[in-house]
């Protein structure tokens, strides 16, 4: 199970975090390979320059789109 954390903090919000994590829990495909939490700042990551951040079994992701998601997720998904 993949973990994924999305920063819920308001520059991360601003920029779309929650929306990517709406988009990603009702994304049939990963519903058992994923768990999703959503936290308010990943450590001292979050600033507005690096915002949406998300972290991803352990991995920090900065500036987070979609497509960056999605393709560390098939990454990890390919590892196991």
Do not use: F, W
Request: charged share 30%; proline share 1%; with cysteine.
């Amino acid at each position: 199970m993949i973990k994924i954390k999305v920063c819920a903090g308001s520059h991360c919000v601003l920029k779309g975090s929650v929306d990517m994590l709406e988009y990603l829990q009702n994304d049939d495909y990963l519903t058992d390979k994923i768990s999703i939490e959503d936290t308010v700042c990943i450590h001292h990551h979050c600033e507005e320059d690096n915002s949406p951040i998300m972290e991803i079994d352990e991995v920090i992701l900065r500036k987070a789109t979609l497509e960056k998601v999605y393709q560390i997720i098939q990454e990890k998904l390919n590892d196991e």
